[in-house]
């Protein structure tokens, strides 16, 4: 159901036409994984799988944060390269954490293949005495653009909403799913999110 409401808010950005940041969490132990994964089964009955619409490794979601965000076409955002919108949103992430953070450099290469993570900081990354602290996949499209990040800690709400309201100088405003969103959410769960072809495919 969390991937299915992201993807619901980012077929509806255009008519939303604002960016939405949204956090989550997960009822039991969870795993995600990227688009171009294969399915991790060595974690078949640990953990509930499910298959990202980003790219990325597995991302164990126990005890961290997760948090989207989407923009609508022609947003500044969306307009950056990808490499430039990853890493401006990871500084807002940075800035809601109390460690000593930084951006990860240029000589950090995306490792190749299935892999966690955690366990590979690359380009943009929040990192912190060289480990990862905070990562991210985006996808982009006619609907518009959906980040899709994981904080290895758990962030208050405040916490982080006053970090993206000082890094892009922005206020909040609540926001509700639609009963349009909602509907097509849990559409997208049990027909695309829940299914084997779209989690077990190659």
């Known amino acids: 159901m969390n991937m299915a409401v992201d993807e619901a808010l980012l077929r509806h950005a255009v008519k939303r036409a604002r960016p939405l940041l949204r956090l989550y969490s997960w009822e039991q132990p969870a795993v995600s994984f990227g688009y171009f994964q294969k399915f ?3 974690l078949t009955g640990s953990h509930m799988i499910v298959r990202r619409p980003t790219g990325g490794g597995i991302v164990y979601h126990v005890r961290d944060t997760t948090y989207t965000v989407v923009v609508p076409p022609g ?5 950056m390269s990808t490499s430039e919108a990853y890493r401006v949103l990871h500084q807002a992430v940075a800035g809601a954490l109390t460690l000593n953070s930084q951006i990860a450099g240029e000589k950090i290469a995306a490792p190749r ?6 366990q590979n900081p690359v380009q943009g990354d929040v990192v912190a ?14 609907w518009g653009m959906l980040h899709q990040g994981s904080i ?3 962030v208050a709400v ?7 309201r000082r890094t892009f100088e922005i ?8 009963t349009t ?7 997208l769960a049990a027909e695309k999110y829940a299914a084997a072809a779209w989690n077990h495919r190659l």
């Open 181 to 187: 969103e909602r509907e097509l959410a849990g559409q």
């Open 40 to 42: 991790p089964t060595h």
């Open 113 to 118: 293949g299935q892999y966690e993570c955690f």
């Open 171 to 178: 206020e909040f405003q609540p926001y509700a799913l639609s």
């Open 158 to 164: 405040a916490q982080l909403q006053e970090a993206f």
């Open 129 to 142: 005495a060289g480990e990862k602290l905070a990562g991210g996949a985006q996808r982009r499209g006619k």
């Open 152 to 154: 290895a800690a758990r």
């Open 75 to 79: 947003h500044a955002l969306y307009t």
